[in-house]
């Protein structure tokens, strides 16, 4: 059973362009990385830095220091009635938990296809507008509107 609790990381460029990725299991579902923690004491960052290598093949450890930033920022949604067989009986709310990786313009991407099956780089706003969760959209204008480098 999954944990409800998760992690969501938006990937992106100094240019300000963002990764998304699409879902296998749902055509068109355009998202960032999202996962739920693998255990209830799992640390969040390393939570987003499982999710980013088994989801885009971006190894964090690899990268510049300080390029995975914890955003201090968390949301409680309620889970799609879809998806509910993944958690406990009666779990209907999951808490979710944003990051932002700052990945160099050349970075390579390799999709896990059981999970993903296509990526694009989009201007932050287009991201925002494509991705079919409001609360993804709203992460990346958050951080955008916020970032200060």
């Not at 992106?12 to 579902?29: M, T």
Request: aromatic share 12%; charged share 25%.
């Amino acid at each position: 059973m999954k944990i409800p609790i998760s992690v969501l990381v938006v990937i992106y460029k100094s240019n300000r362009d963002v990764l998304l990725i699409e879902r296998a299991d749902r055509p068109g579902f355009w998202q960032s990385v999202t996962g739920s923690l693998d255990a209830l004491d799992e640390d969040l960052a390393l939570a987003a830095t499982r999710e980013v290598f088994e989801e885009t093949g971006i190894a964090v450890d690899q990268l510049a220091a300080g390029s995975l930033r914890n955003l201090h920022h968390q949301i409680e949604y309620e889970i799609y009635p879809d998806w509910r067989f993944r958690y406990a009986p009666g779990v209907t709310r999951n808490i979710e938990h944003w990051f932002a990786l700052k990945v160099p313009e050349n970075i390579q991407i390799q999709l896990s296809p059981r999970e993903h099956v296509a990526f694009l780089w989009l201007p932050f706003e287009e991201a925002a507008k494509k991705c079919f969760s409001r609360s993804n959209g709203d992460a990346i204008l958050k951080f955008f509107s916020e970032k200060k480098e």
